[in-house]
C-alpha cells in the first residue's frame, strides 16, 4: 500500500513578509517586557494582573464572573484564577459565589485595590504614551489598532475586550 503523497509545502514568506513578521516579532518581545517592568516597580503588579484589576475597576458594582474575566483577558480560567490568587494576597480582589447562581464564582475589586489601580494607571499610562502614541502619529496609531484587532480576531474571533465595555460611569 502506498502512502498519500504529502500536501505541497506554502509558499516561504517574502523578503518583506519577513521584515514585517521581525518587527512584530520584536514589539510582541519588547513591549511587555517594559510594561511588565514599569508595572513591576512602580506598582507590584504584573501587566497582566494590572489589566485584571482595571477590567474589574470598570465593571459594575467592580465585579465580574471570572468565567467573564477569563474571555476579557484572553486567558484560561486556570491562568486567571492563579492571578486572582496572588491579587488576593495582597487584599486587591476577593472571591464570592455568584448570589444569582451558584455555579459562577465572582470576582470583586476591594476598596485597596481599587487604590491600587488609582496608584499604578497614571505610571502604565504615561509608559504607554511615551513607546506606543509618541512614536507614531495620530493616523499610524490608529491603523495599528485595526491592524491589531484583525490579527487577534484571526487568532480568536471572540469578540475583544474593551475598556469602556461594562462601564456605568
Known amino acids: 500500500m502506498s502512502t498519500p503523497p504529502a500536501p505541497p509545502a506554502p509558499p516561504a514568506l517574502t523578503d518583506e513578509q519577513l521584515d514585517v513578521w521581525a518587527a512584530v516579532a520584536t514589539l510582541l518581545e519588547r513591549l511587555p517586557a517594559a510594561l511588565d517592568a ?9 501587566h497582566f494582573e494590572h489589566g485584571v484589576l482595571t477590567a ?3 465593571a459594575p458594582e467592580r465585579t465580574l464572573r471570572l468565567s467573564t474575566l477569563a474571555g476579557y483577558a484572553s486567558c484560561t480560567l486556570s491562568r486567571l484564577s492563579r492571578a486572582v490568587t496572588r491579587l488576593e494576597a495582597k487584599g486587591w480582589v ?6 444569582s447562581d451558584g455555579r459562577f464564582t465572582l470576582a470583586v475589586l476591594t476598596g485597596e485595590g ?4 488609582e496608584r499604578a494607571t497614571p505610571g502604565h499610562q504615561s509608559l504607554v504614551r511615551r513607546l506606543v502614541f509618541d512614536s507614531l502619529t495620530a493616523a499610524q496609531a490608529r491603523q495599528l489598532g485595526v491592524a491589531a484587532r484583525r490579527v487577534s480576531e484571526a487568532v480568536d474571533p471572540a469578540p475583544l475586550w474593551r475598556p469602556t465595555d461594562g462601564r456605568t460611569r
Open 38 to 46: 514599569q508595572l513591576q516597580r512602580d506598582g507590584d503588579v504584573t
Open 56 to 58: 474589574l475597576d470598570g
Open 94 to 99: 476577593r472571591r464570592v459565589v455568584d448570589p
Open 114 to 117: 481599587h487604590a491600587q489601580v
